[in-house]
C-alpha cells in the first residue's frame, strides 16, 4: 500500500486548506478504513479524520467538528481532506493512513497499518 499526500501550506487564522492523498495498493472492501493524523511539534500523532470506504461513515476528533470534511473519491482512489476556518493549533505534520477498521461503542475506527510521508500546515 502506497500513500501520497499533497495540499498542505501556510495560510492565516481563518483560512482553508485541501489535502490529498492518493492510495495505490489496497483492496477496495468493506472493514477497510482511511484517515488523516496529524503531529504538532513536541506533542503524539492524533487522529484527526477516519472513514470507512465502505459505506462511508466518518469519525472527526472533537477540535476539528463543524471545521473539517473527510471525503473519498474512489475512482480516482484519492482521500481529500478539506479544512476550514484553519487555527493555529491546527498547525502540524498531517499524515493520511490506511489499514483495517475496527469498531468502538458504535463508532468505525482505523487501526493504521500503512502511512503517507506527511505534509506540513501551518496556520499564522
Known amino acids: 500500500v502506497q500513500l501520497v499526500e499533497s495540499g498542505g501550506g501556510s495560510v492565516q487564522d481563518g483560512g482553508s486548506l485541501r489535502l490529498s492523498c492518493v492510495v495505490s495498493?489496497?483492496?477496495?472492501?468493506?472493514?477497510?478504513?482511511l484517515g488523516w493524523f496529524r503531529q504538532a511539534p513536541g506533542k503524539e500523532r492524533e487522529a484527526v479524520a477516519e472513514l470507512s470506504v465502505v459505506g462511508p461513515t466518518t469519525y472527526y476528533t472533537d477540535s476539528v467538528k463543524g471545521r473539517f470534511n473527510i471525503s473519498q473519491d474512489d475512482p480516482k482512489r484519492t482521500l481529500y481532506l478539506q479544512m476550514d476556518n484553519l487555527k493555529p493549533d491546527d498547525t502540524g505534520m498531517y499524515y493520511c493512513a490506511a489499514g483495517n477498521c475496527y469498531y468502538r461503542d458504535t463508532v468505525t475506527r482505523l487501526r493504521p497499518a500503512h502511512w503517507g510521508q506527511g505534509t506540513q500546515v501551518t496556520v499564522s
Open positions: 495498493g489496497y483492496a477496495y472492501s468493506d472493514g477497510y478504513c
